[in-house]
C-alpha cells in the first residue's frame, strides 16, 4: 500500500510508541492535510508529538471501544496482534490492515534489503551483518525491531538495508525481501499469536515474502519446515559456512578459532556463519570481512559481560526470555568457574523441561552440573526451583527463590568467593518487577556495583 492510498481515506493508527510516532511524522511530512485518529490503550507519554493536525484525535481505551471496523484503513504497531478479535472484526468488514514496515517496503522496492528474524539471535546477526558490510565499504543501514522503525529512515537510501523482523512484524509482511534469514525458531509470544503453529507460520511467512531464504541447516525441524521454498541456502551446513564446537569453518577450511572471536558461545558463532552466508550471497568477500571481526562491539543485554569486582565477573543476558536461551547461555560459560545463574520473570506458564533436561545431561556426562547455584527472581523463579528441586537437581550453592533482582544479586554474592560467574539470564520476560529488559538489565548492573 502507498501514501497516496491513504488519501482521502478514514485512518487510525493503533499504538503510539516509537514506531506510531515515526509514521504519524511521515505521514504529517507527506500528507500534511490527512488527519488521523490515535488509538492507544495507555495514554501516551509525549501527546503532543502525536497529534500533528488540529483535526487528529486521540483516544486511550480499550480497542473494543474504538470501532476499529467504522475506519477504512489501520496502521497498526507491531505490538498489536491482528489476532484479536477487535481486528479481526475490523478485517471482517472490509477495513484494511498495514503497518509502518509494509508501508515502508510498499514505496521503496528497489532499495536492497536483508531481512533477519528467529526466535533468538537475530539482534546479533543483524548487527554483525551491518558491521561487516560497513568494513566492506558498502553504505549500510540497520534498522527495524532492533529499536530504529524504518519509517524513520523514510526517504534515505544505502547499498544495503539490514532489517531485524519480529514474528509480530512477519506476521502481516506483505513486501517483498531480497534475502530473508532465520536463524533460529522455537515456541515464543505464544500469547500473542494463539498458537504455537501460527507463531511458527508468521515467521515462515517472512521467507516466502522473499527472493532468497538463508536457513540454520542445524536444525532438523527447520529443514523440513523450509523444503519448499524456491531459493534456499542453508548456513551451519558442511559445504557452507558452519561453526563447529564453536569455531568458524568454510567448508572443510578452518577460518576462526572460537578463542579469536568477540561473542560467547556456539550459538553467536552461528549467527556469525549466517552473517558470513549472507555477505557471500551478495557477491562480496565473507572472509575479507572478518578483519572488522574484533573492532564488533556486543549489543546490550545480550550475554554481555559488565565486568569484574572482585573476582567475580557479572554477564547480562537480559535478552533471554524463553529456556532454550537460558541453555544457550549457560552452555557458553566456562566450566572452570563456578557459575550463579539467576532466572525467572513473569509467568507465561512455559514448560522449562528443556532446562531440567540440559541440566540431567550435564551432569551424566561430565560427573558435575553446570551452575554452582540457581536463583530464582519473582514471579516464575519460585516455581522453577521447585521444579528443579522435584526433579532430583541439586546443587552445591543450592537452589534457592528470592524476592527481587535485587536480593538476588545480594545472594549471588554471598555464595561465591574467588574467581567466579554471576550470570543473569532470565528465560521469562521483565514485566513482573520492570518495564522491560532493558531496565531489568540495567538495574542488575547497578545491583551488581557498576558505576554509571
Known amino acids: ?38 488509538i492507544c490503550e495507555q495514554h501516551p507519554s509525549e501527546k503532543e508529538s502525536l497529534l500533528r493536525l488540529p483535526a487528529d484525535h486521540l483516544q486511550v481505551g480499550p480497542l473494543a471501544q474504538a470501532r476499529l471496523e467504522d475506519y477504512d484503513i489501520l496502521i497498526k504497531s507491531p505490538g498489536i496482534s491482528p489476532y ?35 526466535t533468538k539471535g537475530k539482534s546479533t546477526t543483524s548487527a554483525i551483518l551491518s558491521h561487516l558490510l560497513r568494513a566492506l565499504g558498502k553504505s549500510t543501514e540497520l534498522a527495524g525491531n532492533i529499536g530504529i522503525p524504518l519509517m524513520e529512515q523514510w526517504g534515505q537510501h544505502v547499498d544495503h538495508w539490514v532489517v531485524e523482523m ?3 512484524q512477519a506476521a502481516d509482511f506483505n513486501g517483498q525481501a531480497d534475502i530473508a534469514v532465520l536463524v533460529s525458531l522455537f515456541a515464543e509470544h505464544l500469547d500473542w499469536h494463539g498458537s504455537e503453529q501460527r507463531y511458527i507460520d508468521d515467521k515462515l511467512n517472512l521467507l516466502h515474502q522473499s527472493s532468497v531464504a538463508v536457513v540454520n541447516a542445524a536444525d532438523p525441524r527447520l529443514l523440513q519446515l523450509t523444503a519448499d521454498l524456491p531459493e534456499r541456502v542453508l548456513f551451519n551446513h558442511p559445504q557452507g559456512w558452519q561453526q563447529r564446537a564453536g569455531d568458524i569453518w568454510h567448508a572443510d577450511t578452518l577460518v576462526r578459532k572460537s578463542q579469536h572471536l568477540p561473542l ?38 545480550r550475554l554481555q559481560s559488565l565486568g569484574c569486582i572482585d573476582s567475580l565477573e557479572w554477564i547480562n543476558d537480559s535478552i533471554a526470555t524463553t529456556p532454550a536461551a537460558v541453555v544457550a547461555a549457560v552452555g557458553a560459560m566456562p566450566a572452570t568457574r563456578p557459575l550463579v545463574l539467576l532466572l525467572g520473570g513473569y509467568d507465561r506458564g512455559v514448560d522449562w523441561q528443556l532446562f531440567i533436561d540440559f541440566m540431567r545431561v550435564e551432569f551424566d556426562q561430565h560427573g558435575r552440573y553446570p551452575v554452582h547455584a540457581v536463583l530464582g527472581l ?6 522453577i526451583i521447585k521444579e528443579l528441586t522435584a526433579n532430583g537437581i541439586e546443587l552445591a550453592g543450592g537452589l534457592k527463590a528470592t524476592t527481587s533482582l535485587k536480593q538476588a544479586v545480594a545472594t549471588a554474592k554471598a555464595l561465591v568467593t574467588g574467581e567466579a560467574i554471576v550470570l543473569l539470564s532470565p528465560g521469562a520476560p521483565s514485566f513482573s518487577e520492570f518495564e522491560n529488559f532493558e531496565q531489568r538489565g540495567e538495574m542488575f548492573r547497578h545491583y551488581a556495583g557498576f558505576k554509571d
Open 1 to 38: 500500500m502507498l501514501l497516496t492510498e491513504l488519501e482521502g481515506k478514514k485512518l487510525a493508527l493503533l499504538g503510539a510508541g516509537r514506531e506510531g510516532k515515526a509514521v504519524r511524522s511521515v505521514l504529517a511530512e507527506q500528507l500534511p492535510d490527512l488527519a488521523v485518529d490515535i
Open 84 to 118: 484479536r478479535n477487535e481486528v479481526k472484526t475490523a478485517i471482517e468488514a472490509g477495513v484494511e490492515l498495514t503497518s509502518g514496515t509494509n508501508l515502508w517496503f510498499a514505496q521503496y522496492p528497489q532499495e536492497n534489503t536483508i531481512c533477519i528474524t528467529g
Open 166 to 168: 519480529s514474528s509480530f
Open 264 to 301: 560467547r558461545g556456539h550459538h553467536n558463532a552461528a549467527n556469525l556463519c549466517a552473517a558470513l552466508t549472507v555477505i557471500d550471497l551478495l557477491g562480496l568477500d565473507a572472509k575479507d570481512s572478518l578483519r572488522a571481526l574484533p573492532d564488533f562491539v556486543n549489543l546490550p543485554h
Open 378 to 383: 519473582p514471579d516464575n523463579g519460585d516455581r
